[in-house]
């Protein structure tokens, strides 16, 4: 069974970056040194040979996740969402917690969720308790320190 992936267009966009640079740059350049290495007689403590093998086994394993990422993803562009008063993905989200401070997250795919740049992944715990709830909404979420109640302040879908 196929499972749909949703993403941004700018998160598709770096995935899609990237699977073009290790495909049409890095991995030609490590082949071409692998190929020099071979050519350099034993391989079995040649360092160059070893190293550049095991390199291009990483590379390829990346771009084999990345094709079939990218395959399955469909874009959502936050700025097309509907229903915009609940929180769907792509739903920047200001919540209050139980202590009064506020918390701004997106929610994003989990390839791009960067908790620094308040991007979260939206199948985490609390990307799932946000999920449909609307401004004025109180959600109880999962923690390591058991259930904490957020309040839903505000909800936005901006444009990337």
Request: hydrophobic residues 30%.
């Amino acid at each position: 069974m196929q499972k749909t992936h949703y993403m941004t267009p700018k998160g598709y966009k770096n995935l899609a970056d990237e699977l073009d640079f290790l495909l049409h740059k890095e991995r030609p350049k490590i082949v071409d040194i692998v190929s020099w290495a071979a050519g350099n007689g034993d391989r079995s403590e040649n360092g160059d040979y070893i190293y550049n093998k095991k390199r291009l086994r990483e590379i390829d394993r990346r771009v084999r996740y990345l094709t079939k990422k990218l395959d399955d993803t469909q874009v959502v562009d936050p700025k097309n969402q509907q229903n915009l008063d609940r929180i769907y993905f792509g739903a920047t989200v200001t919540y209050a917690k139980e202590d009064d401070s506020e918390i701004t997250v997106t929610l994003v795919d989990v390839d791009e969720a960067d908790f620094d740049q308040g991007k979260i992944n939206w199948h985490s715990p609390v990307g799932k308790a946000l999920m449909k709830a609307e401004e004025g909404d109180v959600v109880r979420v999962r923690t390591g320190n058991g259930i904490e109640e957020i309040e839903v302040i505000r909800i936005t879908y901006m444009q990337e």
